[in-house]
């Protein structure tokens, strides 16, 4: 059970992450501006994350879901640090996930 509480947690993890890369992706193209480049490498990241948390519900592995998991810990913990200077909410948000997610991570480690 702990396996699929984890393994569901990272993946929304990587969804919201994959969100807001759309988002950037997003505003980038209607301002026409070179931050369109930066925004397609972060969708191809972010995208490539949520097909690899994807996997977790198809590939039972243990130490697949532990290397994945604490891939998106990183993501959200990077992604709350970055946010400190942005807003209240991509601060907090994005922090929050990540102590989830640690959270989840070691439940199963302890199971």
Known sequence: MFYY??????LISAGVSLGFSIEAFLKAKQQLSEAIITAKY???RSLSLFLTAI??????????????????????LFD?????????????GPLLTA???????VLFLLN
């Open 5 to 10: 509480l984890c393994a569901i947690f990272t």
């Open 42 to 44: 972060a969708v191809s």
């Open 55 to 76: 996997g977790l519900l198809i590939i039972h592995s243990n130490p697949y879901l532990i290397a994945v998991s604490i891939i998106m810990i990183g993501v959200q």
């Open 80 to 92: 709350g640090i970055i946010g400190i200077k942005i807003s209240t909410f991509k601060m907090i």
């Open 99 to 105: 102590l989830g997610n640690s959270m989840v991570l």
